[in-house]
């Protein structure tokens, strides 16, 4: 009898495990939604906490943590396409604009890269910090740079870079403000 017991409670929650897992994943479906909802780019910020395996399963401060990644990892692209183009170009004048705008950008890589770290050593508001007095004034600073000199041919890459990174900050900022 005991044995039956046993089988049975086994059973049951061998049962129960696996008819709420399903829940569980929707959950966190549901989580990166509604975070990513309260974004200025719902999409964007999906793409990447999606493109995380971890993304299903985290909590908000996880899903900062892979919003903070996939930003660091867009404003690394930026710099070295940025830097390579500085380098390698033989027009002067983009060269000059590049030249204030290469370092502007791998500071706010720099920058965006230690909001994670803020943010599992004091928390939400020094990584929000990080992003608005750091990150945001070197990418708005080569954001303005360039609308300012229409007449250099800045690389559509770049400038789309740009936008990128500046909207990866942005919805870094909005998850930071849901924990």
């Known amino acids: 009898m005991a044995n039956f017991g046993l089988c049975l409670f086994t059973l049951s929650l061998f049962t129960l495990t696996f008819t ?14 509604d975070v990513c909802n309260k974004t200025p780019n719902p999409t964007q910020c999906e793409t990447c906490l999606r493109g995380d395996p971890k993304g299903e399963t985290a909590d908000v401060k996880g899903l900062a943590l892979i919003s903070i990644t996939c930003s660091t990892r867009d404003a690394d692209k930026l710099y070295t396409d940025t830097n390579n183009i500085y380098t390698n ?4 004048e983009l060269h000059n604009l590049l030249d204030s705008c290469w370092w502007r950008f791998l500071a706010a890589r720099d920058n965006i890269d230690s909001a994670g770290r803020l943010l ?4 939400s508001d020094a990584a929000k910090q990080a992003i608005n007095r750091d990150a945001i004034p070197d990418i708005s600073f080569c954001s303005d740079l360039f609308k300012k000199n229409p007449k250099v041919a800045v690389p559509s890459n770049i400038l789309d870079e740009v936008t990128v990174v500046s909207t990866d900050c942005q919805i870094i900022l909005g998850i930071l403000s849901n924990i």
């Open 120 to 123: 599992g050593e004091k928390g």
């Open 89 to 92: 170009t033989k027009d002067p």
């Open 20 to 33: 709420l897992q399903p829940f569980q994943v929707t959950s966190s479906g549901a989580t990166i939604i």
